[in-house]
């Protein structure tokens, strides 16, 4: 069993910065495979980053060269660094990490990016 817990995200205008982390209840040297999915308003959930246990980074095209995945594993904690925002950035971002066959999720946070 895995418990996420997400923190940051909000409101910020195009152009701007955000860092999302994901806390593990668990060392995340353990964790498979640990990312961030997000959901726009009235579409479908969409991959936006994976990081593989050993080091391996998958980007979603419409990220790519904005957004960076990162995991500490001193602290159990994954983060996204999300810069130059743009407003089809707007979503609920899920964190998630696959343990030995299963997927566990984080609760979501908010990013919203508007002038």
């Known amino acids: 069993q895995v418990q996420l817990v997400q923190s940051g995200g909000g409101l910020v205008q195009p152009g701007e910065s955000l860092r999302l982390s994901c806390e593990a209840s668990t060392s995340i040297f353990r964790i498979e495979e640990m990312g961030w999915y997000r959901q726009p308003p009235g579409k479908q959930r969409e991959m936006v980053a994976v990081?593989?246990?050993?080091?391996?980074?998958i980007y979603a095209d419409s990220v790519k060269g904005r957004f960076t995945l990162s995991r500490d594993h001193v602290n159990n904690t994954a983060y996204l660094e999300m810069n130059s925002l743009k407003f089809e950035d707007t979503a609920l971002y899920l964190c998630?990490?696959?343990?030995?066959?299963?997927?566990?999720w984080g609760q979501g946070t908010q990013v919203t990016v508007s002038s």
């Open positions: 998630y990490a696959e343990l030995q066959g299963t997927i566990y």
């Open positions: 990081s593989k246990r050993w080091g391996s980074r």
